[in-house]
């Protein structure tokens, strides 16, 4: 066998292996939710932010977004913004509480993006992260930057 066809059956090897690996890890996490006021914590990987990490975790924090509205309201605003951006599904949604699956457009990556509204507060603390890779490129940030963009204007 030539070099190049070596080269190019472990290429598409590590593709598969990468695509499988994916598909194995795309999964619903089972930590998520409010427990006791709280969100899940980010994993120590800068492919997670949180309002509720600490403010010195430069890596992970996030202000809370202020809204102005009802929880109803700032709730239903977000939840209709992104499901008509086409790439995210509700896993969850209660008053005061929606989990979201968001997929990308390429490689089908799902990030999980919680948003959290605490009784008697005009605040809304999110957590977006991604389920597999080390870093996300900042996609997260962006996404929470776009929300907070959403129920300020």
């Known amino acids: 066998m030539s070099m190049v066809r070596w ?25 998520l939710g409010v427990n006791d006021g709280l969100l899940a914590p980010c994993p120590d990987m800068p492919n997670c932010v949180s309002s509720q990490a600490l403010p010195e975790d430069e890596q992970h924090f996030v202000e809370p977004i202020i809204y102005r509205t009802s929880v109803k309201q700032a709730q239903l605003n977000v939840e209709q913004a992104l499901l008509n951006a086409g790439n995210a599904r509700i896993i969850s949604s209660r008053l005061g509480y929606t989990h979201f699956e968001i997929s990308s457009d390429f490689f089908g990556f799902k990030d999980d993006l919680e948003i959290y509204f605490p009784e008697a507060d005009s605040v809304m603390h999110v957590r977006s992260a991604s389920r597999v890779g080390y870093d996300d490129l900042d996609v997260n940030r962006e996404r929470v930057r776009q929300i907070r963009d959403l129920l300020v204007d």
Do not use: T
């Not at 598409?12 to 619903?28: P, S, T």
């Open 7 to 31: 080269i190019l059956v472990v290429v598409i090897a590590m593709l598969i292996g990468f695509f499988v690996y994916v598909d194995m890890n795309n999964g619903v996490p089972d930590h």
